[in-house]
DNA sequence: CCCTAAGCGAGACGGTACGTCAGGTCTTCGG
DNA sequence: CCGAAGACCTGACGTACCGTCTCGCTTAGGG
């Protein structure tokens, strides 16, 4: 997670394990009282109790910093299994809108999506540490709908990538833009409105 | 737009147009090359050939100065009458996305409504100036698919309202997400593809 | 003393005299009020109720007002006739001093003197405004400890002269020293005791 | 001198002595080719190739930097024994004249003191840097005229502190005013009429 | 059991940009 | 033409962070 994926020099004092949790918890509780371009590396050190220089031998800057500190909430995204395609969907819709409504995440993400439109690395990284690792949900619930018997299984392997694809950017989608853009709740009577319309969609493209 | 709403103080030498004309124009110049991080007031002065005082007479900051400058590119956004709904959806997915691979936008706008998430008067304003302006797109869209007999009429005032924004935020979102966060294009098959997902599921919820 | 000493043009609006007062006492009072270094031209003009191209207009800038508004306090001081020249001389230091202790002089005079070591027009106007007419309290001084019989009458004018400019230097400059730079007082001891030694020096040269 | 009479804490990088003398002649430098009121820190910095918050880091602002950067040269003042009190103060008058001829003190001096009107830190600076350190030459030139037997030994502690300060207010205010207000040369000749006048005075002042 | 290489804290360093302020000038309107 | 108002350009201010550096000290592993 953090940068040193060197082949652990064998010589010298090894990098405080404990340092690495203290500035990524620091992180957050930064980004909650400041927001994203209030944050200061220098910030993060004192509230780490940690030296700045610390800090830049693990991280080249505050993006790769904050993506590491936010990314590990995402893993708290789960499909606890509700019985249908539609409980599921509107389940994962309810939990994601709340992650996003938590202040670090809430100031972080689009601030570090932005960035990393003129960063390839740094976008290389968000994708590895955050949006990749949530697509699990989607092909997670696709399964248990195809053993529901809720969707047909694809034949075709990159048509079943392709909507995958679609379906994640469309529920992540709408969820960040209903929460960060249009600055409106998603409440259980949105996200209901949003599962029916989405499952409409997709009943619809697999009719005959 | 920019801040003079005042009631036109009547002595002392106005304020210059021209000058405002070249400083939104030298900050779309300034994010395309230098993107949002790096643009600098001091740099959108030069640019303008406008002392930094001038920027700061009308604007704020950063923030407000941006928006403004993006603004004006989202009023481009057309919607030609193609004959059907589904054409009039996928022609505007495309004019969307085109817009969001332009680089001032590309680097603009998520950076905004990043700041947006910690400031409500530029919340406020990002919705003013670019975000209830293309609702009308939606609007304008069902309308015409209405008159043509595609869509029914909506009995409920405040469902239809539900309806559009649901709907706006589900095509906005979609074309935001495929196009700054997963970073893939959005070329004429996806938008078949989304734009099919979209009309199935708003079929559904009219038929019975 | 203000800058128009044009041959009073016979056309247009002619220039407000009240503005001249106005303008002078401001000065004065932000001299008070906020030291040499925080007067500022434009508060000047605000307590003057006067435009900043009022004041642009009939002096060059902070230095050349400065000495204008402050050139007129110096006239203040007389010689009153005391009955000898002892008396006379404490009495002007005496005088000098006080005036020096005022806010307006103390923190305006070294500064504008200061400021004329690199600009001769202001060093003449310096000289013409507050110095030389200070030095008739030194030539009506010895012409009435002459005609008292106090000192001999100067036969040679060129070593008259270089006496009246040597006494007043060291007057003048005692004074200042004592009272701007070791910032003690000028009480009547410290009079009493300089007068002293200046007499019993002026008295030794007359002796052979 | 400068700012760092700590107890030189123990940890963190310690300051460059280099930066500390090259900001010092850099402000010198400036001094004589810009003169106080165009003096810029930003300039000093520039000449000492340092930044400027390295400046700020030691020194509270201008005034305080000219103070230390000034005063040593007045500690190149000296009184070489010349045989006579006559001689030992006329060879002080001139150097000191010498001195203020100096671009650098001549700007700088009179401005400081212009501060220092309303700035008790900084006239505190003032005293210990510039002026107390001279009162040593009086002090000096004293002992070795009562050595020789040209002046008595003062049998009054506190009259003998208050003469040596009217004497040093007298050669020090006559000798600035001369130079700086009345602008006129402090030659060979002034030098001697002022002695003569000043030791004429003192002799008076001891005779029964 | 010391040696040595790296980690660590502290804080100074050269920079860049900030947002503000003052100096002077220019442009409008009204007197 | 004068005067007020206020916008304008210029340039300096003092501050905040940046990311790097240089210290002296700590900490483990390998010889």
Same mark, same amino acid.
């Given at each position: ?11 010298g ?26 944050l ?24 790769? *910093?904050?993506?590491?500190?936010? =990314?590990?909430?995402?893993? +708290? !995204?789960e499909?606890?299994?509700?019985? #249908?395609? @539609? ?51 989607? *092909?997670?619930?696709?399964?248990? =709908?195809?053993?529901?018997? +809720? !969707? ?5 392997? #990159?048509? @079943? ?6 379906i ?8 960040v ?6 600055a ?25």
């Amino acid at each position: 997670m953090s940068s040193s994926d060197s082949p652990t020099s064998r010589t010298g004092r090894p990098r405080s394990t404990e340092a690495d949790a203290a500035i990524l918890e620091a992180t957050r509780a930064s980004l909650v009282d400041l927001g994203w371009s209030k944050l200061t590396m220098g910030d993060v050190a004192t509230r780490a109790k940690v030296a700045k220089t610390t800090l830049y031998r693990r991280w080249a800057g505050k993006n790769e *910093l904050v993506v590491d500190a936010v =990314a590990v909430l995402f893993d +708290e !995204l789960e499909l606890p299994d509700r019985g #249908s395609l @539609a409980a599921d969907v509107q389940g994962v819709v309810l939990q994601f809108a709340a992650l996003l409504e938590r202040p670090e995440t809430r100031t972080a993400l689009m601030a570090v999506v932005a960035e990393s439109t003129r960063d390839d690395s740094l976008r290389r990284r968000i994708r590895s540490a955050i949006v990749d690792r949530q697509k699990r949900l989607v *092909l997670l619930g696709r399964e248990r =709908a195809q053993a529901r018997g +809720e !969707l047909r299984y694809e034949a075709d392997a #990159s048509t @079943a990538t392709r909507n995958a694809d679609l379906i994640f950017d469309v529920i992540a989608g709408a969820v960040v833009h209903r929460t960060l853009v249009s600055a409106e709740p998603v409440d259980a009577e949105w996200a209901s409105g949003f599962t029916t319309l989405l499952l409409l969609g997709l009943a619809g493209t697999q009719e005959p």
